[in-house]
């Protein structure tokens, strides 16, 4: 009766240890797609500040260009 007591025991344990891996894999996967959106949206921000810039610019040589022409 002890046996059997320790077996179950030990196969409890066995599920609670499959759980916790499973949830790490989980958190883990969540964590890769979140990391992944956090990247593009650096990427984006990025790339619309290149664009702003290079606005800034056009509107600068277009400035210094009718300025000189009066």
Do not use: G, P, W
Request: aromatic share 2%; glycine share 0%.
């Amino acid at each position: 009766m002890m046996k059997q007591y320790l077996n179950k025991l030990c196969e409890e344990e066995a599920e609670k240890i499959s759980r916790r891996r499973q949830e790490q894999t989980a958190l883990r996967e969540e964590l890769t797609v979140c990391n992944a959106d956090i990247l593009r949206r650096k990427e984006l921000a990025k790339e619309q500040e290149k664009i702003i810039e290079q606005r800034v610019i056009q509107f600068q040589e277009e400035k210094a260009v009718s300025c000189h022409s009066v």
